[in-house]
Nanobody, 126 residues
Framework: QVKPVESGGGLVQPGESLRLSCTSSGFTLSTYNIGWFRQAPGKEREGVSC????????DYADFVKGRFTVSRDDANNMAYLQMNSLEPDDTAVYYC???????????????????WGQGTQVTVSS
C-alpha cells in the first residue's frame, strides 16, 4: 500500500531531543508537501509542522516554534522532524502525511492530507 513510513520515536527525558524520519513506500516524497502531526491520548490529531515541495517553505504550530525543525532530503526520499527541548506535553503519536494539493504552499491543516503513516510514539517523561 502506498503510504509514508515514520520512524525515530522513543522515550526521552524533558529537555532532550529526538529526530523523527519519514520515508515512503511505493511513491516519491519529493512531489508532495509533507506534514507532521501528532495525537495525544484523548485529544484530536493536531498539526505540528510542514514543508513544501519545490521551494522548501515551512510552517510550524505555535507550540513548537523555536524547538522543532522540519527538513527534507529529496535525493534520499526522506523528511525529518528535529525535536529539541522536548516537554512532557509533547508526548504523542507522531504522524507523517502527504498533501494531496498540487502547487500549493504547505499547511498544517489536517484536511489537506490524505495519505498517513502508521505513526511513531514519542514519550517525554522523567
Amino acid at each position: 500500500q502506498v503510504k509514508p513510513v515514520e520512524s525515530g520515536g522513543g522515550l526521552v527525558q524533558p529537555g532532550e531531543s529526538l529526530r523523527l524520519s519519514c520515508t515512503s513506500s511505493g511513491f516519491t516524497l519529493s512531489t508532495y508537501n509533507i506534514g507532521w502531526f501528532r495525537q495525544a491520548p484523548g485529544k484530536e490529531r493536531e498539526g505540528v509542522s510542514c514543508i513544501s515541495n519545490g521551494d522548501g517553505g515551512t510552517d510550524y504550530a505555535d507550540f513548537v516554534k523555536g524547538r522543532f525543525t522540519v527538513s527534507r532530503d529529496d535525493a534520499n526520499n526522506m523528511a525529518y522532524l528535529q525535536m529539541n527541548s522536548l516537554e512532557p506535553d509533547d508526548t504523542a503519536v507522531y504522524y507523517c502525511a502527504t498533501d494531496f494539493r498540487p502547487m500549493e504552499d504547505c499547511s498544517i491543516q489536517r484536511r489537506f492530507y490524505d495519505s498517513w503513516g502508521q505513526g511513531t510514539q514519542v514519550t517525554v517523561s522523567s
